[in-house]
């Protein structure tokens, strides 16, 4: 499934280095902090495309100072349960 505003996705592929998740879209922009692998947050802005990579803008969903732009590369969209009868 594709990644969207509203959806929530998961940090994958770091191989336990974690993700930098910038100040703005952009390898060369400020790091706000490192999101580790399996974390988890909801796509709050983008689609942009800066240095070749789509990012996104993250917020985590039990803190609203963790927020920033992440590459899509190290993002999984988290599939939200459904229920059938």
């Not at 993250?58 to 732009?69: F, I, N, T």
Request: charged share 25%.
């Amino acid at each position: 499934d594709a990644i969207g505003v509203g959806s929530f996705v998961k940090v994958v592929g770091t191989k336990g280095l974690g993700l930098n998740i910038r100040a703005a879209a952009g390898r060369g922009q400020n790091i706000n902090f490192l999101a580790m692998d399996a974390e988890m947050f909801e796509v709050i802005d983008g689609p942009e495309v800066v240095d070749d990579l789509i990012w996104w803008k993250l917020e985590a969903p039990y803190d609203a100072s963790r927020w920033g732009w992440a590459a899509e590369d190290y993002l999984e969209r988290i599939k939200q349960e459904t229920s059938t009868p």
